[in-house]
């Protein structure tokens, strides 16, 4: 099975900067890749798909990058709304893993 | 709308099993699959299983191989999942997520979990 390894596993930073995750998987996965947001008590909210596709609705300041093995979440200014955990998660040959999970918290 | 609810919280001892529900609605049940992912407390998200929404095909992660089952009612357009032989380590939020799994393999919309409890 293929693995996904996020890093960092906690992140600190205050509103307004600039973020990024990363996601590691341990074969090549080419853009089946997705990002999550999930707040405490809440079900996890698709962010992205295939690697860079915005979801309808998430705001422009999301972006994601990558294919092939190595994969970024980037948040470009972050606001209140976006300390929460965030997880990718990848598909391959009809099997699906989630990262272990960034806890992203306020500085 | 799309909207998927699930069935309410569970309490089972060690050895029982667990039937989870989950019905979907405002969209073409059959156009899309579902997958089911668990939620342990203060843990991450684990990937259980999915099941199609056009023929019922399934397929299990390994580690739930043998103890899960999936399956659906197009009738009422529902999915459940069983799991059997309950360990307190199955303590979880359990999710069904919409799962588009011929376009984007992602999760686009996820019910409002089950918590299953096992404990003796």
């Known amino acids: 099975d293929i693995q996904m390894t996020q890093s960092p596993s906690t992140l600190s930073a205050s509103v307004g900067d600039r973020v990024a995750i990363t996601c590691r998987a341990s074969?090549?996965?080419?853009?089946?890749l997705a990002w999550y947001q999930q707040k405490p008590g809440k079900a996890p909210k698709l962010l992205i798909q295939?690697?860079?596709s915005l979801e309808s609705g998430v705001p422009s300041r999301f972006s994601g990058s990558g294919s092939g093995t190595e994969f970024t979440l980037t948040i470009s200014s972050l606001q209140p709304d976006d300390f929460a955990t965030y997880y990718c998660?990848?598909?391959?040959?009809?099997?699906?893993?989630f990262g272990q999970g960034t806890k992203l918290e306020i500085k | 709308q799309v909207q998927l609810v699930q069935s309410g919280a569970e309490v089972k001892k060690p050895g029982a099993s667990v039937k989870v529900s989950c019905k979907a609605s405002g969209y073409m049940f059959s156009d899309y699959g579902f997958s089911w992912v668990r939620q342990a407390p203060g843990q991450g998200l684990e990937w259980v299983g999915w099941i199609t929404g056009y023929n019922g095909n399934t397929n299990y992660a390994q580690k739930f191989q043998g103890r899960v089952t999936m399956t659906m009612d197009t009738s009422t357009s529902t999915v459940y999942m069983e799991l059997r032989s309950l360990r307190s380590d199955d303590t979880a939020v359990y999710y069904c997520?919409?799962?588009?799994?011929?376009?984007?393999?992602?999760?686009?919309?996820w019910g409002q979990g089950t918590l299953v409890t096992v404990s003796s």
């Open positions: 997520a919409r799962d588009n799994m011929v376009a984007t393999y992602a999760f686009d919309y």
């Open positions: 295939k690697a860079s």
């Open positions: 074969q090549s996965i080419s853009t089946w």
């Open positions: 998660q990848q598909y391959n040959s009809y099997l699906y893993t």
